[in-house]
Every structure is written in C-alpha cells, then in structure tokens.
C-alpha cells in the first residue's frame, strides 16, 4: 500500500510555478539571511591590550622593515627580476626553493602547535585580516563616533553631515589602503627608487598594478568584508575543530555559573532571585567582531580574540562578582572545575609535546643547514658540442662548462683543479683565478687533458674541484672524463 503510494508520487509529474504564481501564495522564505553590518564596540582589558600590542607590532616590522638597510643594499628584499631574494645577511637563489619548503611547513606545524594548545591564537591577534580590521574599526570609531553614533549614523537620512563623515572615513581608507599596497611592492622593488618612482609619478606598469591591486584587497577585506572573511572565506575556520581536544584552551562561557540568566540590580542577591551570574547584558555580543554570541556555546565562526572575556569582566567587577563568567577555559577544565593549575598542567600532554618536538627540530635543522651553508655553490657540464679529443702531443681533451654562484656580497676570486686523473692539467679560457662579483654567478669553460696512457677506460670518473681563494673551504663536483672513440 504504502509503496503503491509512493511510486505513484514519483510517477507524479513535477508542476513549476511562475513568479506571479509564487507572490500569490504568500511571502516568500528566503534561504539566506541578510547580512546585519556589525559595529563592534572598543573595549579596554587585558586581551583588548594584547591586541592593540599585536596590531602594533605587527605594522611596525611591516611598513618598517624594507627600509632597512643592509651591506649598503635593501636588507629585505624579494628580487624576482635578477632572481635572488635577500634576507638580511642571507641571499637565497632559486635552488634554494627547500628552504622556503621547509619555512611553509615549520608554519603549519607551528600553527598546528597553538591551536591544539589556545585555539586561534594567529586570528584573534596577528592574522592581518584582523590587524587590518582592527585599525579600519579605530578610523571608522574616530570619524564617526562610537558603536551606538554609528548605529544611529546607519539609520540616519541622507545628509550633508553624513556624507561628509563617510568621505572622510574612506578617504582615510584609501590612504592607507595604498601605503599598505606601496610597502608590499616594496618588498619585491627597491622601496626607496618606488618611493621616488611615486613621488614622479612615473611608477612602471607592474608596480601600479600590484600596489593598486593589494590596497583594493586591504580596502574590501577590512572596510567591507571583515568578518565575513573569517566566516566564509577563511579555510582555518572550517578544519580548526580537527585541532582541538577536551583540553584545548578556548574562550568558554561558564554556563553552569551563568544560568539562569537575567537583569537584576547590583545590590540584589542573585541566589534569591534564582539567577545565575549572568545579567544578560548582551555586552559580550556587542564587542564581538564577528558578531556571535558566546553564550550559545563554541562556534566556528569565533576567532579567539578574547574581546568577550575583557567586556563580561568588567561587568562582572561593576556588579561586584567573581570574575571568569567567561573566560579562557578548557572543556575539561569547565566541566570538572579544575583549577588553574591542573589545567594548564594538562597542556603539556602527548599531542603537544610531539608539535612542539617536531617543531623544534625543524627548527634547529633549518638554522644548522643556514649556518653551514657553502659560501659558494659550483654545477659541472661536460661541454656536449665539444667532443673528446686527442691532442697533438698525446693528450687526451675533454672540455667542461662551470656554473659558479657567489654567495657572498663581496667580490672573489676561485681557482679549478683536476682529482682522479695522474698527471692531468687544466687550462680555462680565462685566467686563474678568475673573479665572480658579489651576489652574481659565472660560467667559465674549462678543458682537462690527460696523458692517453692514463686513461684505461672508457669513462673515467674525475672530480672538479673549485676553491676560493678566502675560503679554506673546497667544493668537489663530479663528473666523467670520455676517451675518444678510434
């Protein structure tokens, strides 16, 4: 009976209503929600403190760092163009793409490490669509007011009040907007030729685009996007829960503390009222960048910065209570009311250690192979458009094209020799020794001969050897001396 019923429902033909139909019916359920603009409120604390720090810190290595100079050059420099990227006293060429590798995944693990320990750590104070969105929140909050003046702002008519305040807000926008698009170019240009290039007006085709392109992206992320970024487009906030256990540190709301809920004075006794600690104020909304309410439980959506903890701490002091109604917390901390102290004793558990093992240890190999780096590097090519040959007095020829890269930023000079052949001599078309300028690289065609009775095979493995004359240091390449083919 019942499957009669249904495979009559499938046989069924589908009937498609009209827009006209459709209004007819009634209102119409949408499956989206508008987006409500979020006006976060400012609030002072311990984390807001941090953030402000970070935020800080975070612009002053920015805009700061490529003009520093260093061995009369950019002391950061990403030099696409001549292919060399500068790094204080490093210079990295394109072989050494490992090391940028190895960088990609020491961030990883290191992200893997705090969040497993705090939870977003990197959102809530360093990651740049929050720095960015902090600032374009102070400029918004200078221009026009505070959260409540802004709100009212949105609701107003249009007036000449209210343009002129938003000229101005996004003038500043733009302003800065662009100084943040300058300094990226400027890691991947001479900041000081592109700041001359900008004050001329003679910036080239790329550097336009690239300065113009980043500010736009700093300009929507922050002034418009904001927290629509960390909610939708941001990948972290999808797998983050992978990272998290019972003993993750998270902001937490005490729930079994805080309910429930309700408005009451400050001098009535919460007991009697049959009220938990919570005055549901909605303050901690209010300061949320993102616009959740931690109330409801942890959410993807939270960033971890903290602002909630500051805002229900200072509600807690005005009302007299026990701060910590939220606070960071673990799960298991919450739920089994541990103290302080055995909750963060449990941070250091197997998960973390091994982070921060494998973390260390990258970290340690990667500084090891930077110290130990060769301060040259040699590649060795048989010359294939120069075949083996015998020469008029009996010796047999081979001729090798050498690669060499200087990686200091001082000129030097290099000589060759010949290991695995007896009586062997080697000429280049250059005089020995021949001189490779700072930070640049040198092909020099060398010929290795050998007496015919020396060479018994035919492919002999010899080594070229390269030494700089102020290096003690010696670099072998091998490679294989052919014997003519009668």
Known sequence: MHETKHNAAIAAPLKFYSAEEISQQGEVQRLYAARLKVHPRLIAGWFSNWRVVFVV???????????????????????????????????????????????????????????????????????????????????????????????????????????????????????????????????????????????????????????????????????????????????????????????????????????????????????????????????????????????????????????????????MDQMGYERGLIRYASENAVANKLSRLAMWARMFRPRILGYAFILGFLVFAVGYSLQHRPSFKVDVLRDRQALARELDDGYLENVYRLQLINIEEHDRRFTVDVQGLENARIAAEVEMPFEVAATGNRQVVVRVAAPADAVSKRSTPIELRVRADDDAAAISEPTVFLKPIN
């Open 57 to 315: 810190l975070t612009q002053v290595i920015y805009f700061g760092v490529p003009w520093l100079s260093w061995n009369d050059r950019q002391a950061v420099l990403f030099d696409v163009a001549s292919r060399k990227f500068y790094l204080f006293d490093l210079v990295f060429w394109p072989h050494d793409f490992i090391y940028l590798a190895l960088l990609l995944i020491i961030s990883a693990l290191a992200l893997f490490l705090f969040t497993a320990a705090a939870g977003r750590l990197w959102c809530g104070y360093a990651c740049p669509q929050t720095v960015y969105t902090e600032i374009f929140v102070w400029i918004e909050q200078w221009v026009e007011g505070n959260r409540i003046q802004r709100i009212k702002l949105d609701q107003s008519p249009l007036t000449a009040r209210k343009i002129t305040l938003r000229a101005t807000k996004h003038f500043l926008w733009g302003i800065f907007s662009l100084i943040t698009g300058f300094t990226f170019v400027g890691y991947f240009t001479p900041i000081e030729a592109l700041a001359a290039d900008t004050l001329s007006l003679s910036l080239g085709g790329w550097a336009t685009f690239w300065m113009l392109f980043y500010g736009f992206a700093t300009y929507g992320n922050a002034g418009w996007l904001r927290e629509q970024v960390c909610k939708y487009m941001c990948p972290y906030a999808r797998f983050q829960s992978v990272m998290f256990d019972p003993d993750t540190l998270v902001v937490t709301y005490d729930a079994a503390r805080g309910e429930p809920r309700g408005g009451r004075s400050r001098s009535a006794d919460p007991a009697q009222l049959n009220l938990g600690s919570c005055i549901d104020c909605h303050i901690c909304k209010h300061v949320c960048p993102v616009d959740i309410d931690i109330r409801d439980g942890l959410q993807y959506e939270c960033i971890g910065c903290g602002a909630c903890v500051d805002a229900c701490d200072s509600v």
